[in-house]
Every structure is written in structure tokens, then in C-alpha cells.
């Protein structure tokens, strides 16, 4: 059904950027949550951030301050902006979605919370 496409990673140096752009084949709800998570080598998955044009944005602490997430309501397109990058910041990076939920409470950091993922693109950071 829904196939989420993101792209945007690649090789930076330690305070470098990037940007990840996440695409939807069908068009989606802004309004339910929508984010990034990311998947380090021998790590959990951990939630980066995510956004339902609700209430803001939420963001895990290690990347508060330094990424932003963007969501394009017109072509159901989303971005997450990282500058200051280190070099724990590399993993893979997932797009997710929602079926129909928000990013109330904890549910935004649950992997099986979202319904559609992203088949990952690489961010690598070096030092």
C-alpha cells in the first residue's frame, strides 16, 4: 500500500549536515505522526523525532538543538535537517508513519506504533 522512500544520507566529517528527505507514494494525513528513526550497529532502534503538525515536534534529547524535522503537507514529503553531526549520530535513518495516530505521550518513541517505514538510507559520520 503505502511506501514511504527516503533518501539524503551519506559520508560527512564530525560538525558537518545533511539532510533527509522522506517521500510518500500515496498521499498521508500531516496531521498523524509521522518522523525518523535510526538504527546504529549492535543498537536498539531509538526514536529521533517525529511531528504531527499538532503540537510541535518532539526530538530525542541526544539530538535536540542540533536536527529539525520538517513536514510538506502538499506532497506528503518529509525532512530531517542534522548539522553539528557526530559520529554517534551514525546509523541508518527510517522514515515512519502512522496509520492514524499522534505523537502523544510515548507512542512517537514505539517502534510498533508506526505502520509504514522507509527502507533506510545511510548517514555516516567520521572524525
Known amino acids: 500500500q503505502v511506501e514511504l522512500v527516503d533518501s539524503g544520507g551519506g559520508s560527512v566529517q564530525t560538525g558537518g549536515s545533511l539532510t533527509l528527505s522522506c517521500a510518500a507514494s500515496?498521499?498521508?494525513?500531516?496531521?498523524?505522526?509521522r518522523g525518523w528513526f535510526r538504527q546504529a550497529p549492535g543498537k536498539e532502534r531509538e526514536a529521533v523525532a517525529a511531528?504531527?503538525?499538532?503540537?510541535?515536534?518532539n526530538y530525542a534529547d541526544s539530538v535536540k538543538g542540533r536536527f529539525t524535522i520538517t513536514q510538506y503537507s502538499a506532497n506528503s514529503s518529509l525532512s530531517l535537517h542534522m548539522t553539528s553531526l557526530k559520529p554517534e549520530d551514525t546509523a541508518v535513518y527510517h522514515c515512519?508513519?502512522?496509520?492514524?495516530?499522534?505523537?502523544?505521550?510515548?507512542?512517537?518513541?514505539?517502534?510498533?506504533?508506526?505502520?509504514?517505514w522507509g527502507q533506510g538510507t545511510q548517514v555516516t559520520v567520521s572524525s
Open positions: 515512519v508513519a502512522m496509520h492514524a495516530g499522534y505523537c502523544t505521550g510515548d507512542s512517537w518513541t514505539l517502534v510498533d506504533s508506526y505502520n509504514f
Open positions: 500515496r498521499s498521508l494525513f500531516n496531521s498523524f505522526c
Open positions: 511531528t504531527d503538525s499538532d503540537g510541535g515536534a
